[in-house]
């Protein structure tokens, strides 16, 4: 994780000074029990595959997750920890954001001004491009950029709890209670950023992960990606 915030610094920086066009970016969005990290890992793979010259570039094909919350926190300038309910989609109590307002750390910042400093750190990853950005509202962050392709990973229920009882080896009562409030947490971060209620057609593309094995989802993303000039 370090390497690879050393090197996104670096690049940012590299950026200051380059004029270059933004992306590639590719973002994938996904309903709780889809297999998003799983499929980012194949993927980046089946890039660097089919554009083996981004491997030794500055703007080498990687995918990020989890990374963000380390350089958001680096420029909010407090720890990882204060920032985490974010990450996880939750937002704090109002007595929860009394309490974290009376720490005297440091380490105390608003919620809207933690999504701000997310937002920021996203949509430069997305501009320096080369990059796969999992969840974290990367779809509204970066649509705009003309070299990016945005997905969404879709299953039915039954599926999904299925596949988080066997993961997580949770009952299915208690994988139902966490895929509702997941997806309800991730659609509510992502419409504060979009602005608006989420519509389906902000993707490029949907795939049914019921129906779809990982290899094939990431071999129709890598030709699209094609298609539209992003490798």
């Excluded at 933004?22 to 309903?31: A, F, K, N």
């Excluded at 703007?59 to 990882?80: C, M, Q, S, T």
């Excluded at 309910?85 to 007595?95: A, G, L």
């Excluded at 990016?148 to 066997?166: E, T, Y």
């Amino acid at each position: 994780m370090e390497n690879l915030l050393m090197k996104y610094l670096e690049a940012r920086l590299r950026n200051e000074t380059e004029k270059r066009e933004p992306g590639p970016v590719i973002t994938i969005s996904r309903e709780c029990g889809c297999p998003a990290k799983k499929l980012a890992g194949i993927l980046i793979e089946k890039l660097q595959a089919v554009d083996p010259e981004t491997a030794s570039h500055h703007y080498h094909w990687r995918w990020i997750g989890r990374e963000l919350l380390e350089e958001a926190a680096r420029d909010l300038k407090v720890d990882p920890t204060a920032i985490n309910h974010i990450f996880n989609y939750q937002e704090r109590s109002m007595i929860d954001d009394i309490l974290a307002a009376t720490r005297k750390d440091g380490n105390y910042k608003p919620d809207h001004t933690i999504k701000k400093a997310i937002g920021k750190v996203i949509r430069e990853m997305g501009e320096l491009g080369h990059v796969v950005i999992v969840g974290r509202a990367g779809v509204v962050l970066n649509r705009d950029i003309q070299k990016s392709l945005h997905i969404r990973l879709m299953a039915p229920l039954d599926w999904r709890v299925g596949q988080v009882m066997k993961i997580q080896q949770l009952t299915k009562e208690k994988a139902l209670e966490m895929i509702t409030t997941k997806d309800a947490n991730r659609k509510r971060f992502l419409e504060y950023y979009l602005g608006q209620k989420l519509q389906p057609e902000i993707f490029d593309i949907v795939y049914n992960c019921a129906y779809t094995a990982e290899e094939q989802i990431a071999s129709s993303i890598v030709f699209e990606a094609a298609q539209r000039k992003l490798i």
